[in-house]
């Protein structure tokens, strides 16, 4: 199962960045904290968003982890790219 699922992230991990012309520009997105800049997929003709944080991170051993997450609640100016997943779950 977990070598059928390594294997499908692989495959769309390649296809994503392969499907993306270096002449194209990037979708951008604006949200309430920012703006983000994806991954368009001509191949599935499709805007993506990989990595976008849903909380903030536990800032130091014991203070957020195995609580409840709290709000993304930090803005930027510019922009944030969008372009690789995240980090995995540790199991």
Do not use: K
């Not at 294997?7 to 270096?22: R, Y």
């Not at 499709?46 to 944080?53: A, E, K």
């Not at 372009?83 to 995995?88: A, K, L, M, P, V």
Request: charged share 10%; aromatic share 10%; proline share 9%.
């Amino acid at each position: 199962m977990m070598r059928s699922v390594l294997l499908a992230f692989i495959l769309v991990t390649a296809t994503l960045s392969a499907s993306q012309p270096a002449s194209q520009s990037a979708p951008h997105v604006t949200v309430t904290n920012g703006t983000y800049a994806g991954i368009h997929s001509t191949t599935f003709n499709q805007d993506v968003f990989l990595g976008i944080p849903f909380a903030q991170p536990p800032s130091s051993p014991g203070s957020l982890r195995f609580r409840r997450p709290l709000s993304l609640n930090s803005t930027w100016s510019g922009i944030r790219y969008a372009t690789e997943f995240g980090y995995d779950c540790p199991s």
